[in-house]
């Protein structure tokens, strides 16, 4: 295996410990996790533990920390989330190979993707903090004297305490999805990362205190997600829960959330189409198709696992598809030739290989893939399936790997029909230069992104969520503002 910088070695094999209030402490309990690089399925590390009691602890510190933060200055924020992000631009070598090392992720992606779109997004965040706006009114109340005055305004006050709970496929991007904004509002944060990656979240939280976020803004809980997890969203003293994952999880999460009326985001699961219509750029959108699954790993909420391509260009563009997944290399992330990594975990190897058994027994043809590839560590060889019908499993269900169905269409409206049979609504992709037939897609798709001669064209600017089961509510561009807020109407009679 490369050597990981001295640094990130001696990071690894050191002690972690929680971060609660602004110090670092182990699990009340004091167990730990064993945390796997998945490519060799060795353990590199090891983290706290964390449960229920370290949760009550967290949810302390972040109330009295609230107190003050929720009267900081707009540009004290701001500048903290500034600072934040230089920050981690300083440190990102270090925290792309930690992701590679704990994810799998090839090192190329994790250093330009992960890590450039969390910087950005903090820094775009940032000014978010000096932009949160009232609106003044004017009412018509009766029984208010002539000779008086209604004054009527709207002010937006921090929501209190989030409890953010997020996934292992981009395990600093999602922290800094949901830290950002509630940062930026005046509320704290407790961070509760996935057992399966919860470096990056430590190391953040290093960076928070380097750059002197107040104690108990920001807070760091390691831990599973049937103890830690359960206890933050089902916590009386949490005021809103952040989530992105499963969506099975999202409903036991928006459950216990309800409990309470805490507030609730859900970015869930997802099966989202890509459509190739008949006058597509054959190769393009062969290449476009191939990055929007295999990309990751497909480990991705908005993988395009499902290939509706119109029947009279199948074969060619399943022949193209093919030569594009032969083309990746399979290899251990950090190698920097590697564009396929690991999945993340055995029991997600196991998952999706499962997956592909279960394509073989309905009758799917294996155009290419179908194995391991590499037998040490969790890998998956990329995969391409044809010849299933629309109510398979493969089809309906989210797989989350390198697993890519293709299926035929013939008329627009038959497209629609199969692109929106589906429980899940987060993203679709086109693929066509036939203005009339683009446009009548777009208002049909039931997805909360839809791209045209592209997939996962994502920017802190554009709304990001699901229709549907893929959850509830939006985050990047402003929509953050509206979760991490409440509305106080004012009313005075002067
Ligand atoms: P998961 O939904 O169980 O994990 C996501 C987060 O939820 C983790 O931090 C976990 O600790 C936490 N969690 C788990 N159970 C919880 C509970 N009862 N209460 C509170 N928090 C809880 O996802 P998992 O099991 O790792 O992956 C299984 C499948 O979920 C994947 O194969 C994939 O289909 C889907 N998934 C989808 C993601 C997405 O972004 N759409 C991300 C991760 C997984
Ligand atoms: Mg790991």
Not at 18 to 35: H, M, N, Y
């Amino acid at each position: 295996m490369t050597q990981p910088s001295s640094v990130i070695q001696s990071w690894l094999d050191k002690r972690h410990n929680l971060f609660i209030g602004g110090q670092w402490r182990p699990a009340a309990s004091g167990q730990t996790l064993d945390v796997y690089n998945p490519a060799t399925a060795e353990v590199i590390s090891r983290v706290p533990a964390g449960d229920a009691t370290d949760i009550d602890a967290a949810v302390a510190a972040a109330r009295e920390a609230f107190n003050s933060w929720r009267r900081s200055r707009p540009s004290q924020r701001e500048k903290l989330l500034l600072d934040l992000a230089d920050a981690l631009e300083d440190r990102a070598d270090d925290f792309a190979l930690l992701e590679t090392l704990d994810n799998g992720k090839p090192v190329t992606f994790s250093r330009q993707m992960d890590m450039n779109l969390a910087i950005d997004f903090i820094r775009y965040t940032a000014g978010w903090a000096t932009k949160i706006e009232g609106r003044s009114m004017t009412p018509s109340m009766p029984f208010v004297p002539d000779d008086k005055q209604i004054v009527a305004y709207t002010r937006r006050e921090p929501v209190g305490v989030v409890g953010a709970i997020i996934p292992w496929n981009f395990p600093l991007l999602m922290a800094v999805w949901k830290v950002a904004p509630a940062l930026a509002a005046g509320c704290s944060i407790i961070l509760k990362p996935a057992e399966d990656t919860p470096l990056s979240a430590l190391l953040l939280a290093e960076l928070a205190e380097q750059v002197g976020l107040p104690a108990g803004t920001f807070n760091v809980v390691t831990g599973l997600g049937h103890t830690a997890g359960a206890a933050l969203a089902g916590h009386p003293g949490i005021n809103k829960v952040a989530f992105t994952g499963s969506t099975p999880v999202g409903k036991l999460i928006g459950h216990a959330a309800m409990e309470n009326m805490t507030r609730t985001t859900l970015e869930l699961g997802g099966k989202s189409p890509v459509m190739v219509l008949a006058d597509a750029d054959i190769e393009a959108a062969a290449a476009g198709a191939a990055q929007a699954i295999f990309f990751n790993q497909g480990q991705v909420c908005t993988a395009g696992s499902r290939i509706y391509v119109h029947e009279t260009i199948h074969d060619i563009f399943v022949a193209k598809l093919a030569d594009q997944a032969r083309g990746l290399t399979l290899a251990p992330g950090w190698e920097t030739t590697s564009t396929l990594g690991p999945l993340v975990s055995a029991k997600q190897q196991r998952r999706v290989l499962d997956y592909i058994d279960q394509a073989r027994s309905d009758g799917g043809t294996i155009i290419t893939g179908g194995g391991k590839g590499i037998e040490t560590g969790y890998f998956v060889e990329p995969t391409v399936i044809s010849g299933l019908a629309q109510g398979s499993r493969c089809v309906q269900e989210e797989i989350f790997g390198p697993v890519v169905v293709v299926q035929t269409f013939r008329e627009l409206d038959e497209l629609v029909e199969l692109a929106n049979d589906s429980p899940y609504g987060l993203a679709a992709s086109i693929w066509s230069n036939d203005l009339s037939a683009v446009n009548r897609l777009v208002p049909e798709i039931e997805a909360g992104s839809v791209w045209v001669n592209g997939h996962n064209l994502l920017d802190a600017s554009m709304p990001f969520g699901g229709f549907k089961q893929s959850g509830i509510g939006r985050e990047l561009s402003d929509c953050p503002i509206e979760h991490y807020t409440e509305q106080k109407s004012v009313v005075m009679i002067v």
